[in-house]
Every structure is written in structure tokens, then in C-alpha cells.
Nanobody, 122 residues
Framework: QVQFVESGGGSVQPGGSLRLSCAAS????????MGWYRQAPGKQRELVAA???????NYADSVKGRFTISRDNVKSTVYLQMNELKPEDTAVYYC????????????????WGQGTQVTVSS
């Protein structure tokens, strides 16, 4: 059974930082590109960042230079380091396997975790 468990969210002031973690199980982790997605109230879920098996990365324009995605294949975990946070980064953040270069932003699995809430506010 595929499972993604996100953690690390919280409330921060603008300019602050957070590091999100996502532990995956039920998949052969090192065979998949992995992605971080977010969904703000009233908006569709969107890809924030993705990383391939070969560690090629892809970022949404809105987070380039501020967010960094990384992965640990031994721990089957993907991370998202978020710096210089802005109020518009407020959303629930999710992870999933991603189609990668053949379809950035397309989740590979239909099951999603509960996500982790990130709130950026002064």
C-alpha cells in the first residue's frame, strides 16, 4: 500500500524558513522521481518542486532561488527546504511520486497523504 507521510509544517513570519519531510512507503523509492505539491484555499494543487532519480530538479517559478528539494534514497524520504517564505506560500504541502521529465507535475499515484500545513503571516 502506497503511503506518504508529510511533516515539518508550521507557522512562520515572512522571511522565515521551514524544512518539510516526506517519508514514502509501499513503493521502490529510488525508482521514482518525487515531488512536493501544495494547495492553497480555493486553488488547485500545484507542483512546487520535483527531483528525479538522478537528482535533476525542477521548480515552480514562484519558488526558484528560495526552495530546495532533496532526497535520501536510504530513508525513502524527500525534503523541501523553504527559505525566504512569503505569505503566498501559505498552503497545505503534499508529496507524491512525480512523472518527472515526461510529465512534470503529474502525480504518479492517486493516493495522497494528509499533508502538512504551512502558514506564513506576520
Amino acid at each position: 500500500q502506497v503511503q506518504f507521510v508529510e511533516s515539518g509544517g508550521g507557522s512562520v513570519q515572512p522571511g522565515g524558513s521551514l524544512r518539510l519531510s516526506c517519508a514514502a512507503s509501499g513503493i521502490i523509492f529510488n525508482r521514482y522521481a518525487m515531488g512536493w505539491y501544495r494547495q492553497a484555499p480555493g486553488k488547485q494543487r500545484e507542483l512546487v518542486a520535483a527531483i528525479t532519480r538522478g537528482r535533476t530538479t525542477n521548480y515552480a517559478d514562484s519558488v526558484k532561488g528560495r526552495f530546495t528539494i532533496s532526497r535520501d534514497n536510504v530513508k525513502s524520504t524527500v525534503y523541501l527546504q523553504m527559505n525566504e517564505l512569503k505569505p503566498e506560500d501559505t498552503a497545505v504541502y503534499y508529496c507524491n511520486a512525480d512523472r518527472g521529465p515526461t510529465g512534470w507535475g503529474t502525480a504518479a499515484f492517486s493516493s495522497w497523504g494528509q499533508g502538512t500545513q504551512v502558514t506564513v503571516s506576520s
